[in-house]
């Protein structure tokens, strides 16, 4: 029996523009569709991946290379994948559109100043204060995806956001 391939979406933004809480609101919806996607968290699997961050150029493209190889493992097996993570260079997850057939990209635009209000980590804060020295959109680059495949906004409801990208997966086929 051939096992049905496995979507991805991978929800991209600067820190704090919203993407944890669209992923929860999304796998919420996803799973009253009977859909059960596993999460791949940034924070969660750096813990495991690179206990002693350190944000480094070499550490980042290694993480989301491992990041994307996790994800394409998962597809293959059929499990939906939602990425929750910034991501900051679009190759990083260009590496994984290249590797995952039915790759959906979701960038979530937020304006900084919007974000820094926000900032339930204090990674913002913590740039500020020299504490970290790599945040994206901060100090270290984010390039936004050239074509996305949907665009949300950060400030809205997280709901709309999710409801949008099951409009955008069910239009594709992938439920």
């Not at 980590?121 to 100090?139: E, H, L, N, R, T």
Request: aromatic fraction near 6%; hydrophobic fraction near 35%.
């Amino acid at each position: 029996m051939k096992r049905k391939q496995g979507f991805a979406i991978w929800i991209t933004g600067i820190p704090a523009s919203g993407k944890s809480s669209i992923t929860r609101e999304l796998v919420g919806k996803l799973h009253e569709q009977g859909v059960l996607p596993a999460v791949l968290e940034s924070d969660a699997l750096r813990s495991i991946l690179t206990p002693e961050p350190t944000y480094g150029p070499e550490e980042r493209d290694r993480f989301y290379r491992q990041m994307a190889q996790i994800g394409e493992m998962l597809c293959r097996e059929g499990i939906p994948v939602i990425f929750d993570a910034t991501a900051n260079r679009r190759g990083y997850r260009d590496y994984a559109r290249t590797r995952i057939a039915s790759f959906l990209e979701v960038l979530v635009e937020c304006p900084l100043e919007f974000c820094r209000t926000r900032d339930p980590k204090g990674i913002y804060a913590a740039a500020d204060q020299g504490k970290a020295m790599s945040v994206p959109g901060v100090q270290a680059p984010f390039e936004p995806p050239l074509a996305p495949d949907l665009v949300v906004d950060g400030r809205d409801d997280p709901g709309i956001s999710a409801d949008a990208i099951v409009r955008r997966i069910r239009e594709r086929g992938d439920i």
